[in-house]
């Protein structure tokens, strides 16, 4: 279970520093899907930090529900993450290297991702992803760029076993003119789906390095 948790907040975060769905949208062809690939790592590569609050949006297709959770992120290059829960209940996230926290009110754990082949793989998968390689992952994704107005869509499509298992497709939307984040949606197998939208982004701003710490 806690594996499972781990997964699939890993997966959005995965996606987060790029960045829903939009009503016209048109696909490019490959040569412009590649140079706006190209922006997007440019513009990673300049991102040394990242701050921001985030509402995320849990639609529940056989409950006709949804449930909506609040919490702030925060990012430093290398390997340094921080997503942290803060309503309806508290849970944290912390990767620090190969090391990775996970604390509710009632447990912590520390996990060394190098004696963890799992962790160990979504860590690396997640962090160079801040770099911009996650939109030409072609090992773990197949990608397609789309235009909508002044936005930017990827509709990535799993391509390992273990990730069709999770989810069916992730869509990430990003600001052609900031190439921030907007929102990050992960569509699952049963209809749910998770929408994460980005509130509040300051880049490269200074931060306090205990936001980071897992002993």
Known sequence: MKKSLFIRVVLLLYMVFFASLGIAQTVVNDATAQQMMQKVNDAAQKMKTMQCTFVQTK???????????????????????????????????????????????????????????????????????????????????????????????????????ELKQLFNTLVITFDERQMMAVSVEMIEKSGDNTLIELRNVKKNVSIDSNEFKVD
């Open 59 to 161: 639609s529940l297709k056989i409950l006709k529900k949804k449930m909506v959770s609040n919490g702030r992120m925060a990012y430093s290059q290398p390997s340094l993450l921080h997503w942290e829960y803060t309503s309806p209940y508290a849970y944290t996230f912390i990767v620090n290297g190969t090391k990775v926290l996970m604390k509710s009110r009632q447990k912590r754990d520390v996990i060394d991702a190098k004696q963890n082949k799992v962790f160990r793989e979504i860590t690396n998968i997640m962090l160079s992803s801040v770099t911009g390689k996650c939109l030409t992952d072609k090992q773990n994704f197949k990608t397609q760029m789309l235009l909508d107005g002044d936005k930017w869509i990827a509709r990535l499509t799993p391509v390992k076993k």
